[in-house]
Nanobody, 117 residues
Framework: QVQLVESGGGLVQPGGSLRLSCATSRSIFDIARMGWYRQAAGKEREWVAF???????NIADSVKGRFTITREITKKTVYLQMNSLKPEETAVYYC???????????WGQGNHVTVSS
């Protein structure tokens, strides 16, 4: 199983920005994709974005134009830059990755993001 360590959550005002980080114990090239889901209280988990081992990205329509996913290969870290945050985006954000060889998913511990004035 791939170890994922998340950081960067917290409290932000509506319209503000936060950057989440997710560091993996394995080479990014061993991982087919890496990204985030989020889960608000009382709601189902929702996919947000991922980046592939080739550097391609896919962003959910609900956050497109406001969220950006990038990576730093040497640090084996992926980032989710979140701008223009809305109160309804308050949730626990979970980093995940899918291994290239097994197709198995691993999950981070989750990061609380609270958007409130």
């Amino acid at each position: 199983q791939v170890q994922l360590v998340e950081s960067g959550g917290g409290l932000v005002q509506p319209g503000g920005s936060l950057r989440l980080s997710c560091a993996t114990s394995r080479s990014i090239f061993d991982i087919a994709r890496m990204g985030w889901y989020r889960q608000a209280a009382g709601k189902e988990r929702e996919w947000v974005a991922f980046i592939t081992n080739f550097g391609g990205t896919n962003i959910a329509d609900s956050v497109k134009g406001r969220f950006t996913i990038t990576r730093e290969i040497t640090k084996k870290t992926v980032y989710l830059q979140m701008n223009s945050l809305k109160p309804e985006e308050t949730a626990v954000y979970y980093c995940y990755c899918r291994e290239s060889t097994t197709g198995k998913d691993s999950w981070g511990q989750g990061n609380h993001v609270t958007v409130s004035s």
